[in-house]
């Protein structure tokens, strides 16, 4: 049985500028002790879509406009707020980037993950702010005991975001739910971290969905993928299946316009000032739907090079992808592989311009 | 350029320390050595990029040469005037000369202001608009310039997702034309896909306008990228700097060594193959002094 099911949740913002289709028909499962990256076009509704299961988006502008979220056999959309709270922080442990959620400025660090334990009724109070140098210690903050008596703004922006992630497993979670957890971080720390969630992950048993922007962790993290963008998921799958066969265009697009990552890549050094023109990267042209109007059909259409007529009538359902591997999900009315056979290169058609 | 003319920016000795705790009679009991002895130059449309553990001082050093920090020791010299040292009326045209870009979007803007009123408040207080309508075509150029739509200009910043947001940051840091960015990680809260935008942006901006950069970041694939130059810090010092492909393709210190192997890799296959060298984040030695190892190459080693 999944540990958490996503059915056609859809959210929306009632707003001065009219309505915001932050989500529209989000539905995926997730089995207990899988890790789920999500990644995305940025307003493309990977938070609202957390935080909307949660209970934590502002109601009103926010509104769930329809679905169901249920975690172990109940639906968080409908439960009442005070048991959802209690999930909240125990059951699934929260690591934000929003300000919303993050740690309170007058209170020191000790006190809030102490507050973070006690207020389940996990522990006494002076066990839990033992175990709060214990949970700076595991996110590699260095001098934990004298660390912990400091308030936030003593700390680095990646110091803060560790002791958000100590809050966040302090309670050792079902599910791990990460919105840009290590983003603030180096990348000595975020591996650290990244194998310290390897860890719980298999002594727990504990799943997690891991949204961020950074492909590369995705790639070393999870072990599917789901790519969203505006309100949809426009693909999901095993992680080698999505980055190695590709299927949406919005992937294809942003796989391309990472920095060139490949092996004995020698980089030319360059000089400022000079006349040459540096390279560029691969940018996907045109910009995000606005979402109080979003399009008819497929939401990525009106930037997608491979787009059909169909694409820009018609939203296209998230299903099986042709000839991939098995749960490799496309939503997409063109075929990928087949038009990348005549255009390799993403061109855009000349006949084709904003017009949709 | 003349060899002997001043760099944009040279600072020399850059320190600071804060005080955490204080005893019964007001002395400091723990300090953080925030910025330890930190130099560098960066020239006319260079791009540095400042790289290295979290807390190790990077944003520090940036809050330090815009000024929004008084460095406990050291000097910040701009086009040759050390601006410790200037008044505050001397300094305004240098702050026009230098912006910054900030590493969170959320504190970055005034939540009561109209997003378009925050990105046209530096071109209002410079008095470099003639009117209201003047205000808005600059403001919808710029909007435009960093990739969103100028209909959004009279939104708030809570009606925008946490990359929206970021992007306004980096129109209201444009608009002044400065000479140097102190961006501190700009392009942290961005989808990929506009980070590459955003990159190709301050690209052009630099070819056109020979805008430099301070660049912190912990994207080493884009730092690798964008800049000419990296400097490593640990522990509030620097630990290596040089040309980009010196510090990428042949790294000296131990911790350089360690945070390009801890770099994730786009590549599910390439991650599970990845081997990261492990390094035990001991602080420099006190008498370690910067040594040139190449031409340029310039990296840390006991006295
Ligand atoms: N309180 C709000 N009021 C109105 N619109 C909102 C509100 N919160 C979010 N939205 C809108 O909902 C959509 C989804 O936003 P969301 O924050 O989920 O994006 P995201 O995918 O997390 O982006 P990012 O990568 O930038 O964090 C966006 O169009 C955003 O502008
Ligand atoms: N106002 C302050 N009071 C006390 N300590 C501070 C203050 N500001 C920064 N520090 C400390 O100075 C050190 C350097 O912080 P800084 O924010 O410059 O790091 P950073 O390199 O930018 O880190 P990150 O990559 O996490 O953003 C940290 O140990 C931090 O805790
Ligand atoms: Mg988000
Ligand atoms: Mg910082």
């Known amino acids: 049985m999944p540990l958490l099911e996503v059915k056609d949740l859809t959210v929306r913002f009632d707003t001065g500028g009219g309505t915001v289709h932050?989500?529209?028909?989000?539905?995926?499962?997730?089995?207990?002790?899988?890790?789920?990256?999500?990644?995305?076009?940025?307003?493309?509704?990977?938070?609202?879509h957390v935080l909307s299961m949660l209970g934590l988006i502002p109601k009103p502008p926010g509104r769930i406009a329809g679905g169901q979220v249920i975690f172990e056999g109940r639906d968080l959309l409908t439960m009442p707020e005070g048991e959802l709270r209690d999930i909240r922080g125990k059951k699934i442990g929260v690591i934000f980037q929003d300000p919303m959620t993050s740690l309170n400025p007058v209170l020191t660090v000790e006190t809030q993950i102490a507050e973070a334990i006690t207020s389940h009724g996990l522990m006494s109070r002076k066990a839990a702010k033992a175990r709060a140098v214990e949970l700076l210690d595991l996110v590699g903050i260095p001098e934990p005991q004298k660390r912990v008596t400091q308030y936030p703004h003593q700390f680095s922006g990646g110091m803060r975001q560790r002791a958000m992630i100590a809050i966040g497993v302090a309670c050792e979670p079902k599910l791990l739910i990460a919105d840009e957890a290590t983003t603030a971080l180096d990348v000595t720390v975020q591996a650290q971290i990244l194998d310290l969630m390897k860890d719980l992950k298999k002594k727990l048993g504990m799943a997690m969905i891991w949204i961020t922007h950074d492909m590369g962790v995705v790639a070393g993290l999870a072990d599917n993928v789901q790519v969203m963008y505006g309100g949809r998921i426009m693909e999901r799958g095993p992680s080698r299946a999505v980055f190695n066969d590709t299927r949406s265009a919005y992937t294809w697009g942003l796989l391309r316009s990472l920095p060139d990552h490949s092996e004995g890549r020698v980089y030319e050094t360059h000089t400022p000032g000079q006349a040459k023109k540096r390279p560029r990267l691969q940018q996907i042209a045109g910009a995000p739907p606005d979402m109080t109007n979003p399009p008819p059909g497929d939401p990525f259409a009106p930037r997608n090079p491979f787009a059909t007529e169909r694409c820009h009538r018609e939203v296209p359902p998230l299903v099986q992808a042709r000839d991939a591997a098995p749960g490799h999900l496309v939503a997409a009315w063109y075929d990928l592989p087949q038009a990348l056979l005549t255009n390799p290169t993403g061109a855009v058609p000349a006949a084709a311009g904003e017009a949709a | 350029m003349n060899a002997k003319a001043a760099p944009l920016l040279r600072v020399d000795g850059l320190t600071k320390h804060f005080h955490t705790s204080k005893n019964l009679f007001g002395k400091p009991t723990h300090t953080v050595k925030a910025v330890d002895g930190v130099s560098f130059e960066i020239g006319?449309?260079?791009?540095?990029?400042?790289?290295?553990?979290?807390?190790?001082?990077?944003?520090?050093?940036?809050?330090?040469?815009?000024?929004?920090?008084?460095?406990?020791?050291?000097?910040?010299?701009?086009?040759?005037?050390?601006?410790?040292k200037l008044s505050s009326s001397q300094l305004s045209p240098i702050r026009k000369k230098l912006q910054v870009v900030f590493q969170d979007p959320f504190s970055s803007l005034n939540p009561r202001l109209r997003v378009g009123d925050s990105v046209g408040e530096p071109l209002q207080t410079h008095g470099l608009v003639s009117g209201g309508s003047d205000k808005r075509d600059k403001v919808a150029a710029l909007f435009r310039q960093v990739g969103l739509d100028p209909k959004f200009m009279d939104r708030f910043p809570h009606q925008f997702s946490g990359g929206q947001r970021q992007r306004i940051g980096i129109a209201r840091a444009i608009a002044l034309g400065p000479k140097l960015i102190v961006a501190d990680e700009p392009i942290t809260a961005l989808d990929v896909s506009i980070q590459a935008q955003i990159v190709n942006l301050f690209l052009d901006l630099q070819e056109e306008l020979g805008m430099a950069y301070l660049f912190i970041a912990h994207d080493l694939g884009m730092v690798r990228h964008l800049c000419h130059r990296v400097a490593v810090m640990l522990r509030g010092r620097i630990v290596e700097m040089g040309s980009t492909e010196q510090v990428f393709a042949n790294p000296q210190h131990p911790y350089t060594q360690a945070l390009i192997s801890a770099a994730p890799i786009p590549d599910p296959d390439r991650e599970a193959l990845r081997r990261r060298i492990p390094y035990d984040l001991v602080p420099p030695p006190p008498g370690a002094v910067l040594r040139e190892v190449d031409p340029g190459h310039w990296a840390l080693s006991a006295a």
């Open chain 1, 22 to 48: 932050a989500v529209s028909g989000v539905t995926y499962a997730l089995e207990p002790g899988e890790t789920l990256g999500v990644v995305g076009e940025s307003g493309s509704g990977k938070s609202v």
């Open chain 2, 44 to 84: 006319y449309g260079e791009t540095l990029g400042l790289v290295g553990e979290s807390g190790s001082g990077k944003s520090t050093t940036g809050r330090l040469i815009l000024r929004l920090e008084e460095p406990t020791a050291g000097q910040v010299h701009f086009e040759g005037q050390e601006i410790g």
